[in-house]
């Protein structure tokens, strides 16, 4: 990963960096390719009315696999705050005190959380009275005096009903406020990954957004005119990002990653407000912290694309468990809106309905039992030690963990023969 300088965006083309989605689990790049062959995945930048006004808890992108470095774990990064400018000065970038981060595995298939990572961001300046400078020289380490604004976080990690703290009061990388202030911002970013008890390292801060998008395709899916099409929007553009490395065993199903190999995987953000209760109920909690779900993301393109604008702040809202109780976003992945607009623009006839392809790749994993595409990857069903009359339609990123990565992946993963 790196950050982006304040510096004239780059114009990266679509056949590089496409193989970002290399990274991702296959299931994210297939269901992109398989709405729209030929268009670019958007990402899951402003997807909602509502989060796009509220860009500190906006999850823009989810990756999960099997790390290069180290076989034996698997690499979750999460991003937040679309679009960060370099320039973004004075205040630049934060994550928001007043949210919970959150990266959530279910290893059952039942839609709910098995194991979930947070993370809470507390700030603080060391001179908000005689300064307003984000730092007021140059800054070679994370405790610099020179550095006047600093955020710390606790990593929290919640199984079977039991959270722990595993890390308290640690570090996050400041934004990049440019070479000038930061001229070696590489040693701040090391100095910002920290060890896991029990294996396994996080690491937050910036970095550039790696997600490869043409957004101008919402322009009328470029107005049947593609001779401008596979330029990046998101290029020279930052996300604030974290990152979690842990030990595969942390995260299957009764712990054996051999027998039990997929799991699902999404990202939410939580908004903390106050209760308000009547002060002659005894039992009453008035003033207690209360959390919210806001935001939401596990396959890419999934809020944008198929779920209608009706419904797309109150999908933020929801656990995965629940989506299959929500007819009219049920109906939209069985009769999308997208290859309609295809043929509207275009002339291309849309695929006949219903979409039992899509519905295997976002609802339930790609398995030979699951639906049509008749390969074994990454349904819930394909773990051994799995209830199936628990498993149950929802949308999550899910990956098989026995997949090794290769060095030069298909970017049409099962679609390509891989």
Same mark, same amino acid.
């Given at each position: 990963?790196?950050?982006?300088?304040?510096?004239?965006?780059?114009?990266?083309?679509?056949?590089?960096?496409?193989?970002?989605?290399?990274?991702?689990?296959?299931?994210?790049?297939?269901?992109?390719?398989?709405?729209?062959?030929?268009?670019?995945?958007?990402?899951?930048?402003?997807?909602?009315?509502?989060?796009? %006004? =509220?860009?500190? $808890? *906006?999850? #823009?992108?989810?990756?999960? +696999?099997? &790390?290069?470095?180290?076989? !034996?774990?698997?690499?979750?990064?999460?991003?937040?705050?679309?679009?960060?400018?370099?320039?973004?000065?004075?205040?630049?970038?934060?994550?928001?005190?007043?949210?919970?981060?959150?990266?959530?595995?279910?290893?059952? %298939? =039942?839609?709910? $959380? *098995?194991? #979930?990572?947070?993370?809470? +961001?507390? &700030?603080?300046?060391?001179? !908000?009275?005689?300064?307003?400078?984000?730092?007021?020289?140059?800054?070679?380490?994370?405790?610099?005096?020179?550095?006047?604004?600093?955020?710390?976080?606790?990593?929290?990690?919640?199984?079977?009903?039991?959270?722990?703290?595993?890390?308290?009061?640690?570090?996050?990388?400041?934004?990049?406020?440019?070479?000038?202030?930061?001229? !070696?911002?590489?040693?701040?970013?090391?100095?910002?990954?920290?060890?896991?008890?029990?294996?396994?390292?996080?690491?937050?801060?910036?970095?550039?957004?790696?997600?490869?998008?043409?957004?101008?395709?919402?322009?009328?899916?470029?107005?049947?005119?593609?001779?401008?099409?596979?330029?990046?929007?998101?290029?020279?553009?930052?996300?604030?990002?974290?990152?979690?490395?842990?030990?595969?065993?942390?995260?299957?199903?009764?712990?054996?990653?051999?027998?039990?190999?997929?799991?699902?995987?999404?990202?939410?953000?939580?908004?903390?407000?106050?209760?308000?209760?009547?002060?002659?109920?005894?039992?009453?909690?008035?003033?207690?912290?209360?959390?919210?779900?806001?935001?939401?993301?596990?396959?890419?393109?999934?809020?944008?694309?198929?779920?209608?604008?009706?419904?797309?702040?109150?999908?933020?809202?929801?656990?995965?468990?629940?989506?299959?109780?929500?007819?009219?976003?049920?109906?939209?992945?069985?009769?999308?809106?997208?290859?309609?607009?295809?043929?509207?623009?275009?002339?291309?006839?849309?695929?006949?309905?219903?979409?039992?392809?899509?519905?295997?790749?976002?609802?339930?994993?790609?398995?030979?039992?699951?639906?049509?595409?008749?390969?074994?990857?990454?349904?819930?069903?394909?773990?051994?030690?799995?209830?199936?009359?628990?498993?149950?339609?929802?949308?999550?990123?899910?990956?098989?963990?026995?997949?090794?990565?290769?060095?030069?992946?298909?970017?049409?993963?099962?679609?390509?023969?891989?």
């Amino acid at each position: 990963m790196k950050v982006s300088q304040a510096r004239p965006r780059s114009r990266r083309v679509l056949d590089q960096s496409l193989l970002v989605l290399g990274t991702t689990t296959l299931a994210a790049g297939l269901g992109a390719m398989t709405l729209a062959p030929g268009l670019s995945a958007a990402s899951s930048h402003r997807e909602a009315p509502l989060i796009a %006004g =509220d860009p500190r $808890a *906006d999850n #823009t992108d989810v990756y999960a +696999f099997t &790390s290069p470095d180290k076989s !034996d774990t698997v690499t979750m990064v999460a991003n937040w705050i679309p679009m960060e400018e370099p320039n973004g000065g004075p205040n630049f970038y934060a994550f928001g005190d007043d949210l919970r981060y959150n990266i959530k595995i279910d290893n059952t %298939g =039942d839609g709910n $959380a *098995d194991v #979930t990572y947070s993370w809470r +961001f507390r &700030s603080s300046y060391r001179d !908000d009275a005689n300064q307003f400078l984000y730092n007021t020289g140059q800054v070679t380490s994370l405790n610099d005096p020179d550095l006047n604004f600093r955020q710390v976080y606790d990593l929290v990690v919640t199984t079977g009903g039991k959270s722990r703290t595993v890390l308290r009061g640690v570090p996050a990388a400041p934004s990049r406020t440019g070479q000038a202030s930061m001229p !070696d911002y590489a040693a701040l970013r090391k100095q910002a990954t920290f060890g896991l008890p029990g294996g396994g390292k996080t690491y937050t801060g910036q970095a550039e957004d790696p997600f490869f998008a043409d957004l101008r395709v919402f322009d009328l899916l470029y107005g049947g005119d593609l001779s401008e099409r596979g330029q990046d929007t998101l290029a020279g553009y930052n996300v604030n990002t974290i990152a979690l490395q842990v030990p595969k065993k942390q995260l299957a199903l009764k712990g054996n990653s051999s027998r039990n190999p997929v799991i699902g995987v999404w990202s939410t953000t939580d908004r903390a407000g106050v209760t308000v209760a009547d002060s002659r109920d005894k039992k009453g909690k008035g003033g207690a912290k209360q959390w919210k779900q806001v935001s939401r993301l596990g396959n890419p393109l999934v809020n944008e694309v198929v779920v209608p604008l009706k419904f797309k702040d109150a999908f933020n809202t929801l656990n995965p468990s629940q989506d299959r109780t929500v007819q009219p976003v049920v109906d939209k992945v069985y009769d999308p809106i997208l290859p309609k607009l295809i043929q509207q623009v275009y002339g291309i006839p849309a695929p006949a309905t219903p979409r039992n392809d899509l519905a295997e790749i976002y609802l339930t994993g790609i398995c030979k039992a699951c639906g049509p595409i008749k390969a074994d990857l990454n349904a819930h069903r394909l773990n051994k030690d799995a209830t199936l009359r628990k498993i149950v339609p929802a949308e999550e990123l899910r990956l098989n963990m026995a997949v090794p990565p290769t060095a030069r992946p298909q970017r049409l993963g099962v679609l390509a023969g891989d």
